[in-house]
């Protein structure tokens, strides 16, 4: 008995897919080859088609995989009742394992290998070990002091609501790619709204990125000051940096060295995420170092999320991203967001907040 040529292909997408997911990370090799290599080529083709757009090619992407799952089911069991048989809607379903290989090795070529490459703490001079908890809490001061001095200026200069538009921004986001890595610096998105933006509402999740368009979607009711920061977060993920805390630590780098409303949104991102790891005592320190404008910008943030958020789909949300992250072999999960306070205390840099890379002296 011999095999259909299409069996064996969908045997073959399936065992591809398995054999990828599980192969042994090798961080050098997929950072030469993939993270500094081929991605980089396929971003800048895709995210500027993607900004071409005004909407988000996630959402069409969705609905066809939708529709996709729908059809192949509801055509299978119809088939199935006709001729009395299991056989047609086991077909559907191989179809649907098949189909969801394709979109898994889709994921991994388009961007997912990203998640392998090689850490930030092996690329920078970082300090070994964590930071002490009374540096963590003077990061915080200084946040809060620069939060102080950037305030009016940021406020009177108005906020731009396309950050990918921003000379500065985008500026000083290729300067930072280029401390960071030899690769071709990764073209800024725009920040797109998407028809899933009241899930990102009520999750409190402030952006993500498409990773089969190479698009950064954001959260509709971002405040003007969050925007700077999250655009350049998301861009990050879009230059290839996986890793949560590797694009908030990128993101905050491109911030801190464009222009004050980027770097009052800089500095924001970073108070925000000290004072969520600091005790209650220390945060209530924290709160009292802000002068009232950045006061109110914060507690801004904090009826923002509190009026989109339901709580129990903001859990299921983030353990939903946690078990996403973990199975991309990021072992802390979405813990991985705190680990920027270590790199912006324990990495070295030069003036102007500029990292010193390892091993390229
Ligand atoms: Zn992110």
Redesign the pocket.
């Known amino acids: 008995m011999q095999a259909a040529p299409r069996t064996i292909l969908y045997v073959v997408i399936v065992a591809l897919a398995v054999a990828l997911g599980a192969a042994p990370a090798a961080p050098e090799a997929t950072e030469r080859w993939f993270s500094t290599g081929i991605y980089p080529r396929v971003q800048q083709l895709l995210t500027p088609v993607s900004n071409a757009v005004p909407f988000a090619l996630f959402d069409v992407l969705a609905g066809i995989a939708v529709a996709a799952l729908v059809a192949v089911l509801v055509c299978g069991a119809r088939q199935a009742r006709r001729v009395r048989q299991a056989a047609p809607m086991l077909r559907a379903v191989a179809r649907v394992v098949v189909g969801a290989a394709l979109i898994y090795l889709t994921f991994l070529l388009l961007w997912g290998f990203n998640y392998r490459r090689v850490p930030m703490t092996e690329r920078l001079l970082v300090e070994a070990g964590a930071p002490m908890p009374e540096a963590v809490v003077q990061l915080g001061l200084d946040a809060a002091a620069r939060l102080n001095a950037l305030h009016d200026a940021a406020h009177q200069s108005g906020w731009r609501e396309a950050p990918w538009q921003d000379a500065t921004l985008r500026e000083a986001f290729t300067q930072v790619q280029r401390n960071l890595s030899d690769a071709p610096p990764a073209v800024p998105g725009r920040l797109k709204r998407t028809v899933f933006g009241p899930y990102l509402r009520w999750a409190s999740i402030?952006?993500?990125?498409n990773p089969f368009g190479l698009e950064a979607l954001a959260n509709p009711d971002l405040l003007p000051f969050e925007r700077p920061f999250i655009a350049a977060?998301?861009w990050?993920?879009l230059a290839g940096y996986a890793d949560?805390a590797e694009?908030?630590f990128v993101g905050w780098l491109t911030c801190v060295r464009a222009d004050v409303e980027a770097q009052y949104s800089g500095w924001l991102a970073l108070y925000w995420q000290v004072a969520s790891e600091v005790n209650e005592m220390e945060r209530a320190r924290l709160a009292g170092a802000l002068d009232p404008g950045p006061r109110r910008d914060v507690e801004a943030i904090v009826a923002r999320i509190r009026r989109g958020e339901w709580p129990w789909l903001q859990q299921a949300g983030w353990r939903l991203y946690d078990r996403y992250l973990k199975a991309n072999r990021v072992e802390e999960g979405v813990r991985s967001?705190g680990a920027v306070v270590t790199l912006v205390l324990r990495a070295r840099f030069a003036d102007g907040w500029v990292p010193v890379r390892r091993g390229f002296d």
């Open positions: 402030d952006g993500m990125v977060h998301e990050a993920h949560e694009a908030s967001y």
